[in-house]
Nanobody, 128 residues
Framework: EVQLVESGGGLVQAGGSLRLSCAAS????????IAWFRQAPGKEREGISG????????YYADSVKGRFTISSDNAKNTVYLQMNSLKPEDTAVYYC?????????????????????WGKGTLVTVSS
C-alpha cells in the first residue's frame, strides 16, 4: 500500500524555523519524485518544492527560494523540508506528494494534477 505521512508542523513565530518530514512507504524514490505543496484557506494548492532522484534535481518556488531546503534520506525513505526565516504568509497546510515521471532538475514545477499520491497534510502556523 502506498502511503505518505507528513509530520513536523506546528506553531512558530515569524523568523523561526521548522523541519517537515514526509515518510513514504509502498514505493521507491528510484521510481517516484517527491514534492511539497501548501494550501492556505481560500487559496489554491501550490507546489513549492520538489526533489527527484532520477536526475538529482530540486525545484523551489520563488516564494520560498533561499529560505526552504528540500532533502532526502533514501535509507529511511523520507523527504524533509527545512523551513527557515518563516513569514506569516507561510501559514498553510503542507502536503507531500509523489509523482512517477517528474524530473525537477529540468526546472518544471510540481503541479496538482501531475501527482499520483498524496499525504494528508500537516499544519504550519507562523505568528507575527
Amino acid at each position: 500500500e502506498v502511503q505518505l505521512v507528513e509530520s513536523g508542523g506546528g506553531l512558530v513565530q515569524a523568523g523561526g524555523s521548522l523541519r517537515l518530514s514526509c515518510a513514504a512507504s509502498g514505493f521507491s524514490f528510484d521510481d517516484y519524485a517527491i514534492a511539497w505543496f501548501r494550501q492556505a484557506p481560500g487559496k489554491e494548492r501550490e507546489g513549492i518544492s520538489g526533489i527527484s532522484k532520477s536526475d538529482g534535481g530540486t525545484y523551489y518556488a520563488d516564494s520560498v527560494k533561499g529560505r526552504f531546503t528540500i532533502s532526502s534520506d533514501n535509507a529511511k525513505n523520507t523527504v524533509y523540508l527545512q523551513m527557515n526565516s518563516l513569514k506569516p504568509e507561510d501559514t498553510a497546510v503542507y502536503y507531500c506528494a509523489a509523482e512517477r515521471t517528474a524530473g525537477y532538475g529540468l526546472g518544471y514545477p510540481p503541479t496538482y494534477y501531475g501527482m499520483d499520491y498524496w499525504g494528508k497534510g500537516t499544519l504550519v502556523t507562523v505568528s507575527s
